[in-house]
């Protein structure tokens, strides 16, 4: 963390350096903020979905519910996509899964399933390259390959 304090900087030069330092510090802030902003967002989503949906027959045709499982892993792998990158767009599906998605334009889409484990179901496109796995999600981060493939479908992303 950068701390900015007041100045009695008698030279010009000291003046403008502590302003630059101030602006710098004010958009790191305001960028940080608006990160975070994002993910509490989608955190929001996943709670209210999860709520609405955690029990059987959530959608009146035998869906099965979210189970609570699904929903802690879901919070623990948004929380680890990395500052800067996009958040994805979240779902469920009536098998009870959660599902994040991020589709920055047609035929360029990243998905990624949860469902009662630790096992992540990636499926994308990106022009004519597409393809699906399983990665697994362990700890506080993302798995390289699907950053990776995330960043390559979404293309460059800005800290």
């Not at 403008?16 to 955190?43: C, F, G, N, P, V």
């Not at 009146?60 to 990395?82: E, H």
């Not at 360029?108 to 484990?117: D, P, Q």
Request: charged residues 20%; glycine residues 8%; proline residues 4%.
């Amino acid at each position: 963390m950068i701390a900015v304090y007041a100045t009695t900087a008698d030279s010009q030069q000291a003046r403008d350096t502590h302003d630059q330092l101030k602006r710098l510090y004010e958009s790191i802030s305001t960028s940080t903020s608006m990160i975070d902003a994002d993910r509490l967002i989608l955190m929001g989503e996943l709670t209210s979905l999860f709520r609405e949906r955690h029990i059987a027959d959530w959608d009146g045709d035998d869906a099965m519910p979210i189970t609570r499982f699904s929903y802690d892993l879901a919070r623990k792998f948004v929380d680890a996509v990395p500052i800067g990158m996009p958040m994805p767009g979240v779902s469920t599906t009536t098998d009870g899964s959660i599902e994040f998605d991020w589709m920055p334009s047609r035929g360029r889409a990243i998905g990624v399933g949860i469902h009662n484990s630790n096992r992540l179901s990636v499926a994308w496109i990106n022009g004519s390259d597409r393809g699906h796995c399983v990665m697994v999600l362990n700890g506080e981060t993302l798995p390289n390959e699907l950053i990776q493939l995330i960043r390559s479908v979404c293309g460059p992303v800005h800290a």
